[in-house]
């Protein structure tokens, strides 16, 4: 199974996804937008897909970087090849990060799965079939109607709650919206889903990410009154120290880390100081499947849940390849999107939900996505 070539094709479809100035998720209209498909193929005619920004995966990264040390190599030496590329990450000026390496990745998981005809969760080591999903909301806006405000939130949980969702997240206010960040709203945001929902379901917060460590005490002291699952990095993540101050203060479990860079090195460094109470880890912001499993282990290690961070078909098969995560992050979710809607490069979403609240692991082979080849060969802006 040796590697003959590595390509990408950028096309086209429609989304009423916007992203604001802090890059942040929102409905908006709907409008042409690009995405890459990467494919690597072995001499034999095998091949493997990973989707992710056409941005993150530029042709140069390719070229200078995943040619270079995955041409003629054997697809099932994927550890090797992805430590080889991560050691060509110090000079590469920032220029090959941790999600271009986690896509050059996923295809090859998703490869080696197509080979063997096997979902990648099985090669992983297969632990479940199927997980309760929570509904991670998009985060808070000022459109009428939408996630304007705690009321809105309320009414939105409660139909999450009656299309099954055992669990919600809320993603709250931040800037540019005109009065974030507001510790005072997202208290009352959270109250005010509580009460809607009952106490019998599961419920988090992911709030604005650079509060104080009073301001997000005193939300911390809030949630524990409402009895939420968990508070997710409320603060910079870069400062360790304040994690393990907020883990020691407040019982109400901290998890972490998200965003925080350095692979399963930096969650290592979590775990010695006692940071968080739950890990994080998601395949795009640790380097791909590999390194999120080791964060996995890392916390089961320890006694330790690892909660993965996002959705898709490759943070899904960690999920079902795992023992110690008691979720999957299905969303983003807004009132005014319907999230089973089938994007036009796919045949299917990987991830439907039933009405109990669980997403069944794919049994497609590889990573179980149902692409829609023709549509994307039909939508080609650019192939390098």
Known sequence: MIIKSITVDVF????????????????????????????????????????????????????????????????????????????????????????????????????????????????????????????????????????????????????????????????????????????????????????????????????????????????????ERLNFEWIEEPMPEESTESYAWLTKNLDIPVLGPESLSGKHFSRASWVKNEACDILRAGVAGVGGIGPCMKVSHLADSFGMNCEIHGNGAANLAVVGAIKNCSWYERGLLHPFLEYDDIPAYLNSIVDPMDEDGYVHLPQKPGLGEDINFEYIANNIVETY
């Open 12 to 223: 086209t479809f429609l989304s009423r996804r916007s992203v604001d100035t802090a890059g942040h998720a929102h409905p908006g209209d709907e409008k042409q937008t690009q995405m890459a498909m990467l494919r690597i193929t072995t001499e034999s005619g095998d091949e493997g897909y990973s989707f992710g920004p056409p941005e993150v995966i530029r042709k140069h990264i390719l070229d200078a970087f995943a040619r270079k040390v995955l041409i003629g190599q054997n697809v099932m030496h994927r550890e090797r090849l992805w430590q080889e590329l991560a050691h060509w990450q110090r000079g590469s000026a920032g220029q090959l990060t941790d999600r271009a390496l986690a896509l050059v990745e996923q295809a090859l998981w998703d490869l080696i799965g197509r080979k063997f005809n096997t979902p990648v969760y099985q090669l992983l080591g297969g632990y479940r079939d199927k997980v309760l999903a929570y509904g991670s909301t998009m985060c808070g806006d000022e459109l009428k109607g939408g996630l304007a405000t705690p009321e809105d939130y309320a009414n939105f949980a409660e139909k999450l709650v009656k299309r099954g969702y055992k669990a919600i997240k809320l993603h709250t206010w931040m800037p540019p919206v005109s009065f974030a960040p507001s510790p005072k709203m997202d208290i009352r945001a959270c109250a005010a889903v509580r009460e809607a929902v009952g106490p019998d379901i599961a419920l988090m917060l992911d709030g604005y990410h650079w509060y104080s460590r009073t301001d997000t005490y005193k939300i911390g002291k809030e949630l």
